[in-house]
């Protein structure tokens, strides 16, 4: 199956930075999606982003679907930016995800 | 706005007892999924509906997992006997065919 893989694994940052995270995948896929996992176990969709950029506040995405590879970028890092962030690649209408980014932010 | 919804929340049992999980999907939705998440991964399907038909149950073990979705609307997620491993969070989430999927709350499960 297709393979999707997520760096960092771990990012610890203060409130105020940015910073960027990133997907690869192995395969063609009909879409990709971002998620924000929270302390509680929701995800929380971000976004659905199979070419192009799109930005929510102080959140932005691209994907280049040609190189299969997307960026999620945070912008302006606060607190509740803290929790794991994944990214899904979507391949026949199923989510294949990667292994998370451990998102950290410091006061 | 319109969410998926689980229950129990959480969930205790005892190794090789009975346990049952439930979703309602965002109405409208025809595609709905179970996935189980252990901690420290990402979410990994179990199954996959389209309507009340199963689409994709290549991951699900069927020896003890047994899911359904008889009208086609919501759906249960069975376990029978319980092992310590299957000790995870279970999510549904549902999606118009093609579009976002939204996630449920998720059902934590700890087997003892």
């Known amino acids: 199956g297709i393979q999707v893989e997520q760096s960092p694994p771990d990012l610890i940052l203060q409130e105020g930075a940015n910073s960027t995270l990133r997907c690869n995948f192995s395969?063609?896929?009909?879409?990709l999606q971002w998620f924000h996992q929270n302390p509680w176990g929701q995800l929380i969709n971000l976004f659905y982003i199979p070419s192009g950029t799109k930005q929510n506040g102080r959140l932005s995405a691209t994907t280049v679907a040609t190189e299969r590879y997307s960026l999620l970028y945070i912008s302006s890092s606060q607190t509740t930016d803290s929790g794991v962030y994944f990214c899904a690649v979507d391949t026949d209408y199923k989510l294949s995800f990667g292994a998370g980014t451990t998102v950290t932010v410091r006061a | 706005e319109a969410e998926v919804a689980q229950s129990p929340r959480y969930k205790i049992t005892e190794k090789s007892q009975a346990v049952a999980f439930w979703c309602d999907p965002i109405s409208g939705h025809a595609t709905l999924y179970w996935y189980r998440q252990i901690l420290g991964q990402g979410p990994e399907l179990l199954v996959q509906f389209q309507d009340e038909s199963v689409v994709d149950d290549s991951q699900l073990p069927k020896d003890r997992f047994s899911a359904e979705r008889l009208k086609g609307v919501d759906s249960t997620l069975k376990i029978q006997p319980a092992e310590l491993g299957d000790s995870a969070m279970y999510l549904c989430?549902?999606?118009?065919?093609?579009?976002?999927?939204?996630f449920g709350e998720g059902s934590w499960l700890t087997v003892v």
């Open positions: 395969d063609s896929v009909n879409n």
């Open positions: 989430a549902s999606t118009l065919s093609g579009n976002t999927i939204y």
